[in-house]
């Protein structure tokens, strides 16, 4: 399929966090944080998402009740695919992944999940709730949506989470094991889902859960620059700014974000 832009589009929801709520209210503080001329718009790699045209706002996705949440977010992932967009989401808890990949997989085709995070989300429930934002990558490789799905940061696994990864085949990279960044032979398309939760606390605080000994954000920085996949969607999550001390973590948001918005727009069509 050949991709003419990236939207962007914020998803306010953290009903399905199960220690503090709080993330619903990230998305615009990312967006206020990359626009208040503290950084310049420009990635790494030369691409100015302030230039290109191609960067397109999706707004701020509702629904009319919880239930029909998923629907809404499968619904309008769907409908940004169909357009010939691929998909950037300012979460948000962890469980819209679920949803975003539903609406992006339609037709099932091959998919390899980059997942950064703290914690594998593979619990077929938590507290009774199949979709909470333990749950996602659970429900995905259940569904078979993706052939592939790697994680990078874990540090918390137990004895449940284990057995789901070896039952869906996950390539779990722990930070017990950590020896520097690895090389990861993704060949396919490649969606990206970052936690933010991934990184330690000494980077980004402002998170529901601190788990220390996690990554640098130079770590992830350096695992997207080395991808060569093409990138058919991402997403940004778990950022709780109640909990930022400074901004520091909004500024790491913005940073990831201009970073992934490269990545997606490096094999779309020029304008």
């Known amino acids: 399929m050949t991709f003419q832009a990236v939207s962007v589009l914020a998803i306010p929801l953290d009903f399905n966090s199960s220690h503090l709520t709080g993330s619903a209210a990230a998305p615009p503080v ?9 950084a310049n718009l420009s990635s790494e ?25 998923f629907n809404c977010i499968e619904q309008r992932a769907a409908a940004i695919r169909h357009s010939g967009h691929k998909l950037l989401s300012l979460g948000g808890d962890h469980s819209i992944t679920y949803p975003l990949i539903r609406g992006l997989q339609t037709n099932k085709n091959p998919l390899t ?9 593979l619990y077929d429930e938590l507290l009774g709730n199949r979709h909470s934002h333990a749950c996602p990558f659970a429900r995905i490789m ?5 052939d592939r799905l790697i994680q990078v940061g874990i540090r918390t696994l ?13 390539e779990v990279h722990e930070m017990r094991h950590w020896k520097g960044v690895p090389a990861l032979d993704i ?13 330690d606390p000494a980077f980004a605080p402002g998170v529901s859960h601190h788990e220390p000994g996690g990554l ?20 940004i999550v778990e950022y709780n700014p109640s909990r930022d001390i400074n901004g520091m973590t909004a500024m790491v948001c913005a940073k990831l974000y201009k970073e992934l918005a490269a990545l997606l727009l490096r094999d779309c069509q020029k304008s």
Request: glycine content about 8%; charged content about 25%; overall charge negative.
């Open 142 to 146: 259940e569904e078979q949506l993706a």
């Open 45 to 69: 790699c030369g691409v100015d998402i302030g230039k290109d045209t191609r960067l397109q706002d999706a707004g701020m996705l509702d629904w009319p009740d919880q239930a029909s949440a």
């Open 158 to 170: 137990n004895d449940h989470q284990r057995q789901q990864a070896e039952r869906f085949g996950v």
């Open 30 to 38: 990312i967006q206020e944080v990359l626009h208040n001329g503290s």
């Open 216 to 235: 640098a954000v130079r770590d992830i920085l350096s695992i997207l620059q080395q991808l060569d996949a093409p990138v058919i969607g991402a997403d």
């Open 187 to 199: 060949k396919g398309p490649v969606y990206i889902s970052i936690d933010l939760d991934a990184l």
């Open 113 to 121: 999940i980059l997942h950064f995070d703290a914690h594998p989300d």
